[in-house]
């Protein structure tokens, strides 16, 4: 998991400087590592009151993969305004999925623990 927060804070880092030299080769360069990332994750539960939130969850990776890859050749052919606006709200949605994969591990630890009590 830890690629996969290592390659959301790069993108955003990327996302941040738009004046940067090679700024759409280098947003680009951390698209393919946010992919790479996503491609790896896969944490799913076996636990019957966790199977459908890891489901959903993994729905949206898969949805957020085909995201990213769409968005990785647009990146040098579109307007900069366009794009940023675009790796933006698929940075927003990486962050929530992120989110949601540190809750479903959690609650899965705390099930293993025997909970809150």
């Known amino acids: 998991m830890a690629t996969l927060d290592a390659a959301i804070d790069g993108l955003r ?3 941040a400087d738009p004046r ?7 947003l680009r360069r951390h ?3 946010v992919r790479e990332a996503l491609a790896q994750d896969q944490a799913g539960s076996s636990d019957g009151w966790l199977a459908a939130r890891a489901g959903v969850n993994e729905r ?3 949805h957020l993969l085909a ?3 769409a968005l990785g050749p647009r990146v040098l052919e579109r307007m900069e305004t366009d794009v940023a606006l675009e790796v933006h709200r698929l940075l927003g949605d990486l ?7 540190h809750d479903l591990v959690y609650d899965s630890v705390a099930l293993e623990l025997g909970g809150s009590e």
């Open 20 to 26: 940067a030299p090679h700024w759409r080769w280098r």
């Open 67 to 69: 995201r990213v890859g």
């Open 13 to 15: 880092r990327a996302l």
């Open 31 to 33: 698209l393919s590592l």
């Open 60 to 62: 949206d990776r898969h």
């Open 95 to 101: 962050e929530h999925y992120q989110q949601r994969t």
